[in-house]
């Protein structure tokens, strides 16, 4: 049995000699690689916080001392050390997630995975068991470099130094990158500690002459490093900005030393007041494809050849990120005044080739939204057209920025939101289901949602041809299906896909939901029921075409990828009602409940949208009616069929 199967919880950890727990380290690097090669998910940023996730158990008594992961990606050897290691499903349904998750562990207590968020978190916690008596426990935070580039870090910290009577210990996990190279001034000043060569040898120096002392020389070495400006401080001043704050500063560590790790965390644990520990960390350590990825050194993999790294069955399709990446190069050469912004995800959004082609056109602002939406304000009253490119679920956090600093200001802002709709593995936290729903009640604002790769070329040209209200185009995570031509292109832009029969369903689909509306649609035709399928594009405000098919049909059905409640759907019934139009409407969408990891097709068929079960749930609106049948018609698929007393209506 190797070590690492040993190991069903943390207080398994405490009996292992040093030379044990250095093995231990490197089979959950072996595990951490297999694993996560067969599966994909944060490879890079788990294969550096193993000796500190190691050190942290050790010293500390999860679940009575809660630990919050800062964020979460990080936590893979947490899960580990906590008796999950069972990896073969990771990030599938009924499989471990790829974030802490309370339903699996009582060692889990944060499940969002949206960073900066954990030292406020450490914080109220602190406080609660102090108020409620509970002072043998302690709280850790592992917060990464990158989130420090975030607001609620330095907010936390403010208010963590007005009440020092608690136990409360900042890890600070610096590795120097977020997902990418973390960037900023506090990310310079980190980076002068990291490479301060006086403050490399002297560490080195220090920490080797002190341990051949002996137990005695160890208990100086702690004091020495312990001190509030501390003898090695004194070369990086890291103790007097946090000292600054009446937080005791310990470091910096070497990340990948587990007596020193032991050691500055036991003094920390001893000290009865918060406590930063600065840890120096290698991401993806002892990998070399991942030390070799200059890109985010295996920050998140799909599947991958653990001897090479290189990806397994990828594949050549165009995917929506890199059709709006090319999108935003072309206008980049046609007008100056386009610019782009992204919080700490250059290259996930797309904007890598732009800022290449254009590096000072490109702001990349770290960890923080809600200064991204605000400055792009700014940039718009000077005169440019900022482009905020960013994932749709870190969208929530600068709603307000979006309504007070750019609508109300009637600002040209285009907002690209990548991985909108359902993103499948990365469970409840990553799914950018709440977009349409929450920036629809923005006054002024325009939101497209292209349903093919042409559509978002022309819907981002029109987009950014707006100057006085912020725009937003909208598009899914992975491969871009193939285009869909429309058969005729309304008056105000809306495409009708489908027509056929009477004028009995409209179908208006929203963005990639064209296609499961076309599918419908056939199904509908083969039970006699006439449809047409059409695709506003820009579906806020409502297209006055749609309110015009909506008249002349018996059922209007929207089908979005967004929680129903509030979405798209809701938007268009009030626009009729409103017009005086009756026609009866059916929004389909996602419940307004946080939704599991598992892929986008189990995630929409267990929300009914597929189209066996809409076109069924149809014909039993329509026809009144509906009867089984044995097995499914060969040509069209369908699992049921009309009664006798419908053929009449079969025939129109």
């Given at each position: 049995?190797?070590?690492?199967?040993?190991?069903h919880?943390?207080?398994?950890?405490?009996?292992?000699?040093?030379p044990q727990?250095?093995?231990?380290?490197?089979?959950?690097?072996d595990f951490?690689?297999?694993?996560?090669?067969?599966?994909?998910?944060?490879?890079?940023?788990?294969?550096?916080?193993?000796e500190?996730?190691?050190?942290?158990?050790?010293v500390?008594?999860?679940?009575?001392?809660p630990?919050?992961f800062?964020?979460?990606?990080?936590?893979?050897?947490?899960?580990?050390?906590?008796?999950?290691?069972?990896?073969?499903?990771?990030?599938s349904?009924?499989?471990?997630?790829?974030?802490?998750?309370?339903?699996?562990?009582?060692?889990?207590?944060?499940?969002?995975?949206?960073a900066?968020?954990?030292?406020?978190?450490?914080?109220?916690?602190?406080?609660?068991?102090?108020?409620?008596?509970?002072?043998d426990?302690?709280?850790?935070?592992?917060?990464?470099d990158?989130?420090?580039?975030?607001?609620?870090?330095?907010?936390?910290?403010?208010?963590?130094?007005?009440?020092?009577?608690?136990?409360?210990v900042?890890?600070?996990?610096?590795?120097?990158?977020?997902?990418?190279?973390?960037?900023?001034g506090?990310a310079?000043?980190?980076?002068?500690?990291?490479t301060?060569?006086?403050?490399?040898?002297?560490?080195?120096?220090?920490a080797?002459?002190?341990?051949?002392?002996?137990?005695?020389?160890?208990?100086?070495?702690?004091?020495?490093?312990?001190?509030?400006?501390?003898?090695?401080?004194?070369?990086?001043?890291?103790?007097?900005?946090?000292?600054?704050?009446?937080i005791?500063?310990?470091?910096?560590?070497?990340?990948?030393?587990?007596?020193?790790?032991?050691?500055?965390?036991?003094?920390?644990?001893?000290?009865?007041?918060?406590?930063?520990?600065?840890?120096?960390?290698?991401?993806?350590r002892g990998?070399?494809?991942?030390?070799?990825?200059?890109?985010?050194?295996?920050?998140?993999?799909?599947?991958?050849?653990?001897?090479?790294?290189?990806?397994?069955?990828?594949?050549?399709?165009?995917?929506?990120?890199?059709?709006?990446?090319?999108?935003?190069?072309?206008?980049g050469?046609?007008?100056?005044?386009?610019?782009?912004?992204t919080?700490?995800?250059l290259?996930?959004?797309?904007?890598?080739?732009?800022?290449?082609r254009?590096?000072?056109?490109?702001?990349?602002?770290?960890?923080?939204?809600?200064?991204?939406?605000?400055?792009?304000?700014?940039?718009?009253?000077?005169?440019?057209h900022?482009?905020?490119?960013?994932?749709a679920?870190?969208?929530?956090?600068?709603?307000?920025?979006?309504?007070?600093?750019?609508?109300?200001?009637?600002?040209?802002?285009?907002?690209?939101?990548?991985?909108?709709?359902?993103?499948?593995?990365?469970?409840?936290?990553?799914?950018?289901?709440?977009?349409?729903?929450?920036?629809?009640?923005?006054?002024?604002?325009?939101?497209?949602a292209?349903?093919?790769?042409?559509?978002?070329?022309?819907?981002?040209?029109?987009?950014?041809?707006?100057?006085?209200?912020?725009?937003?185009?909208?598009?899914?995570?992975?491969a871009?299906?193939a285009?869909?031509p429309?058969?005729?292109?309304?008056?105000?832009?809306?495409?009708?896909?489908?027509?056929?029969?009477?004028?009995?369903?409209?179908?208006?689909?929203?963005?990639p939901?064209?296609?499961?509306?076309?599918?419908?649609?056939?199904?509908?035709?083969?039970?006699g029921?006439?449809?047409?399928?059409?695709?506003?594009?820009w579906?806020?405000?409502?297209?006055?075409?749609?309110?015009?098919?909506?008249?002349?049909?018996?059922?209007?059905?929207?089908?979005?990828d967004?929680?129903?409640?509030?979405?798209?759907?809701?938007?268009?019934?009030?626009?009729l009602?409103?017009?005086?139009?009756d026609?009866?409407?059916?929004?389909?969408?996602?419940?307004?409940?946080?939704?599991?990891?598992a892929?986008?097709?189990?995630?929409?068929?267990d929300?009914?949208?597929?189209a066996?079960?809409?076109?069924?749930?149809?014909?039993?609106?329509?026809?009144?009616?509906?009867?089984?049948?044995?097995?499914?018609?060969?040509?069209?698929?369908?699992?049921?069929?009309?009664?006798?007393?419908?053929?009449?209506?079969?025939?129109?």
């Open positions: 049995m190797s070590l690492l199967e040993s190991i919880g943390p207080r398994d950890l405490d009996d292992l000699s040093v727990l250095k093995q231990l380290a490197q089979e959950i690097r951490l690689i297999e694993n996560v090669a067969r599966t994909g998910g944060h490879l890079g940023p788990n294969l550096g916080v193993v500190l996730t190691i050190a942290l158990h050790r500390f008594d999860s679940p009575q001392d630990f919050v800062d964020t979460g990606h990080q936590s893979y050897v947490h899960k580990l050390l906590t008796g999950r290691q069972d990896f073969g499903a990771l990030r349904r009924g499989g471990l997630a790829g974030y802490p998750q309370r339903s699996e562990s009582e060692h889990d207590v944060v499940e969002s995975s949206h900066s968020s954990s030292l406020s978190w450490a914080d109220g916690i602190s406080r609660a068991l102090t108020r409620t008596g509970r002072m426990r302690h709280v850790i935070a592992v917060v990464g990158g989130a420090l580039t975030g607001g609620m870090t330095w907010e936390a910290l403010n208010n963590i130094s007005d009440d020092n009577d608690r136990n409360l900042i890890v600070v996990n610096d590795n120097g990158r977020s997902y990418a190279p973390t960037i900023g506090m310079r000043y980190l980076n002068r500690v990291r301060t060569e006086q403050y490399e040898s002297l560490r080195k120096g220090s080797s002459f002190f341990r051949k002392l002996g137990p005695a020389g160890r208990a100086v070495y702690r004091g020495v490093r312990g001190g509030t400006h501390g003898f090695l401080s004194r070369f990086t001043n890291n103790a007097a900005l946090y000292s600054n704050l009446d005791k500063y310990l470091g910096p560590i070497d990340g990948h030393d587990l007596e020193a790790l032991e050691e500055t965390l036991r003094l920390a644990k001893e000290y009865g007041a918060p406590a930063i520990v600065h840890v120096i960390t290698e991401k993806g990998y070399e494809p991942a030390r070799n990825d200059e890109a985010d050194q295996f920050h998140a993999v799909g599947k991958i050849d653990p001897a090479t790294g290189e990806p397994l069955g990828s594949s050549d399709a165009e995917a929506w990120t890199d059709v709006f990446s090319d999108a935003l190069v072309a206008a050469e046609r007008r100056a005044d386009v610019i782009a912004i919080a700490a995800m290259r996930p959004t797309g904007l890598q080739p732009f800022a290449q254009y590096p000072d056109r490109v702001y990349d602002v770290g960890i923080a939204e809600q200064h991204a939406v605000a400055s792009a304000a700014g940039l718009a009253f000077g005169g440019l900022p482009v905020v490119a960013i994932y679920t870190f969208m929530n956090r600068a709603f307000d920025q979006v309504m007070m600093d750019v609508a109300l200001h009637k600002a040209g802002v285009t907002f690209v939101l990548d991985r909108s709709g359902v993103t499948g593995p990365d469970g409840p936290s990553h799914h950018g289901v709440w977009d349409l729903a929450m920036l629809q009640l923005v006054p002024g604002i325009r939101i497209a292209p349903r093919d790769a042409a559509r978002l070329r022309e819907e981002f040209d029109e987009a950014i041809a707006v100057e006085d209200a912020p725009t937003v185009i909208r598009f899914p995570k992975g871009v299906a285009d869909q429309a058969l005729e292109r309304l008056a105000d832009g809306t495409d009708v896909l489908w027509r056929h029969g009477a004028e009995d369903v409209l179908l208006v689909g929203i963005g939901m064209t296609q499961l509306a076309v599918a419908v649609a056939e199904r509908l035709r083969a039970q029921i006439g449809a047409t399928v059409v695709d506003p594009r579906v806020v405000p409502v297209q006055p075409s749609i309110v015009k098919l909506a008249a002349s049909h018996r059922l209007v059905i929207t089908i979005e967004g929680i129903r409640v509030g979405g798209v759907g809701t938007r268009v019934r009030q626009v009602r409103e017009a005086g139009v026609t009866a409407v059916d929004e389909l969408g996602l419940p307004d409940e946080f939704i599991d990891h892929t986008r097709e189990q995630i929409l068929e929300a009914g949208l597929s066996a079960k809409i076109a069924q749930d149809v014909v039993a609106q329509v026809l009144g009616t509906r009867i089984p049948v044995a097995r499914p018609s060969a040509d069209t698929g369908a699992i049921w069929t009309v009664s006798p007393q419908d053929s009449e209506h079969q025939e129109r």
